[in-house]
């Protein structure tokens, strides 16, 4: 187990575009369980490779209660949207942030998972808000720059 440092809001490595993954190597298996400890760890709900430092397409998502269902998206990309939500949202690059935005309320996202097989997934509420956000991340987006009126500081700042 290897939790990674997390870039914070501010590093340029944050605004920039990541590039696919071609093919797996033992590199980027440590790397998928590095982000899911440090997601972890962090107590998120979705980590992106760039988050660690690695301007690679590679997203970890869990949403589950249990915090033991992490999905692995490789090179994800957003293949149908509908709806809208209007939620508070924050991001562990932005620590002790959370800010009202904007999203879809359902996503339908293909990728490819850690066997490079290509999958897809399907989420509502919170899982397509974490879809939305972490494949933002992939292109150098932050939620900060989505907020619906002010950014706040959470109470235990
Ligand atoms: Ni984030």
New binding site residues.
């Given amino acids: 187990m290897a939790i990674r440092n997390i870039r914070k809001i501010g590093d340029s490595i944050l605004n920039k575009r990541s590039k696919e993954i071609t093919e797996m190597t033992p590199k980027i298996k440590t790397l998928i369980q590095d982000m899911i400890d440090t997601m972890y760890d962090a107590y998120g709900v ?3 490779a760039p ?1 660690v430092g690695i301007l690679k397409r590679l997203i970890v998502i869990d949403v589950s209660e249990d915090g033991d269902s992490p999905i692995i998206l490789i090179n994800p990309e957003i293949l149908e949207t509908d709806g809208e939500q209007v939620g508070e949202e ?5 620590p002790g942030k959370s800010g009202v935005v904007k999203r879809p309320n359902y996503a339908k996202v293909k990728a490819l998972n850690e066997n490079m097989e290509e999958i897809t997934v399907e989420g509502t509420e919170l899982l397509a808000r974490a879809l939305c ?2 494949i933002d ?1 992939l292109n150098g987006e ?2 900060v720059d989505k907020v619906i009126g002010e950014l706040h500081s959470n109470t235990e700042e």
């Fill in positions: 979705g980590l992106a988050q924050g991001c562990l690059s932005v956000h972490e991340h932050l939620y």
